[in-house]
T-cell receptor, first 113, second 116 residues
Framework: SQQGEEDPQALSIQEGENATMNCSYK?????LQWYRQNSGRGLVHLIL?????REKHSGRLRVTLDTSKKSSSLLITASRAADTASYFC?????????????FGKGTKLTVNP | GAVVSQHPSRVICKSGTSVKIECRSL??????MFWYRQFPKQSLMLMAT?????????EQGVEKDKFLINHASLTLSTLTVTSAHPEDSSFYIC????????????FGPGTRLTVL
């Protein structure tokens, strides 16, 4: 079952603006990851944040995690047209030792030049 | 870095035929691989976990006789869509974790299946 729920479902911004996407999940996790997918292509791993971390940065990406609210946000600063893609959060299961990831529904980001 | 490949990238077949999709880990061994299905403009749905040396584990609602999975070696898993129908048309993606955690899971580029 899909655990993560991203919002908004679609986001359209101008180049140079910041883009914020949110993800909520339902069960306890070990970590949460964000992935990017260009249309019709595979997934590219962007960033992983562990359950004991609150914020993480990677280049123009900033991810926050609030385990009390079971939510995460992905901020892309100074967006570029090349950032146009769908972004998904994915969570693992805290218990059971499973390596399975559960993906959210994704946010389709369009950055207009 | 680690790379996972899929072959073919695109396949078009007639209804009733079977299609085999390969997923390979190119520079690491993977005792487990995952197969996902993605419909247009939707998220990835986990179909099954492929286990080297044992049977695949299917998610609820996925027909094991329809989607045959064989984890032939530590670097190869295959998904065979048997007696394909137009409703099986989808984007199929595999992934392989490096090690035992989900920290470093690598995704293939996907296979676009179109059943006429």
């Amino acid at each position: 079952s899909q655990q993560g729920e991203e919002d908004p479902q679609a986001l359209s911004i101008q180049e140079g603006e910041n883009a914020t996407m949110n993800c909520s999940y339902k069960t306890s996790i070990n970590n949460l990851q964000w992935y990017r997918q260009n249309s019709g292509r595979g997934l590219v791993h962007l960033i992983l944040i562990r359950s004991n971390e609150r914020e993480k940065h990677s280049g123009r990406l900033r991810v926050t995690l609030d385990t009390s609210k079971k939510s995460s946000s992905l901020l892309i600063t100074a967006s570029r047209a090349a950032d146009t893609a769908s972004y998904f959060c994915a969570t693992d299961a805290e218990k059971g030792g499973s390596e399975k990831l559960v993906f959210g529904k994704g946010t389709k980001l369009t950055v207009n030049p | 870095g680690a790379v996972v490949s899929q072959h073919p990238s695109r396949v078009i077949c007639k209804s009733g035929t079977s299609v085999k999709i390969e997923c390979r880990s190119l520079d690491f061994q993977a005792t487990t691989m995952f197969w996902y299905r993605q419909f247009p403009k939707q998220s990835l749905m986990l179909m099954a976990t492929s286990n080297e040396g044992s049977k695949a584990t299917y998610e609820q609602g996925v027909e094991k006789d329809k989607f045959l999975i064989n984890h032939a070696s530590l670097t190869l898993s295959t998904l065979t869509v048997t007696s394909a129908h137009p409703e099986d048309s989808s984007f199929y993606i595999c992934s392989a974790p490096r090690g035992r955690s989900t920290d470093t899971q690598y995704f293939g580029p996907g296979t676009r299946l179109t059943v006429l």
